[in-house]
């Protein structure tokens, strides 16, 4: 009996065993507002960085532009730095505010005003509820550098509206909602796809988490010199941990390497 326990072990032991993808972060999922996913190094970004209040709902899938992934939002931007190995939120702030180049709220401070705090990496301030908020909310990786101080504008309901520019974003003041809700952002992503507009096919609604990064994903892996020429087959994912194939199971770093960048599959 003892020798029959002993073989059976060896048999456990000596089989292929299953690859079991960690999926505790980054695991794809599906918006059904906009019919969109978010998945890998975006949600795990995004839900660091305040999710739908700070970035609002996605409204594209992932594609390609200007050599890198990225994908749209109704406040934001987020591109895929692969050489960097991180998320980075667009510059969307410096292109809507490119309408506004002559209005003095741009022109840099010639000194630091008191009770605020000043960056002379642009020469303007940050103060009062705006303040409060770019400190709570994700500060300089979210929403970069003051372009402006606040002014007030006209908006697209056309009504008066203090805002102030960041790199990355538009803080608007709305007074009369709740104090939580007094600071909100400018849907920069809707205002840059209406005047850019995506690959109609990164528009279109999907059904599930599935298509997440669907367009930047290798279908086929070709090795000439050793002889190897197969299609890639999804096993799952394990976001910030290595994962070794094991036998003939095999793992694709979904948001590694891509095609023309460094990086892994």
Known sequence: MRRLLILCLIILLLSPLPVAANTAAGQPTIFRETSHTLAYAFREFYDRQGGLPIFGYPLTEVFIEDGRPVQYFERARFEWHADL???????????????????PAFVPLPTAPAHAD??????????????????????????????????ETIDENSQPRVVQFFERARFEWHPQNQPRYQVLLGHLGR?????????????????????????????????PRIGVDTEVVSAGFSFGVWDVPRYTAVHYWPISGYPGTTGNI
């Not at 190995?85 to 209005?103: C, E, F, I, S």
């Not at 009062?128 to 550098?145: D, V």
């Not at 995506?198 to 090795?223: F, H, I, K, N, Y």
Request: glycine share 10%; hydrophobic share 45%.
């Open 191 to 223: 205002a840059w796809l209406a005047a850019h507009p995506a690959p109609e096919w990164s528009l279109q609604p999907v059904t599930s988490g599935d298509a997440a990064w669907a367009a930047v994903r290798p279908t086929r892996v070709r090795v």
């Open 118 to 151: 000043f960056f002379p990496e642009t020469g303007h301030s940050l103060s009062g509820a705006f303040r409060t908020f770019w400190w709570q909310n994700g500060g300089l990786p979210t929403f970069g550098f003051p372009l402006s101080e606040p002014f």
């Open 85 to 103: 190995a991180l998320v980075q939120v667009g510059h969307l702030g410096r292109w809507a505010a490119t309408m506004y180049a002559d209005h």
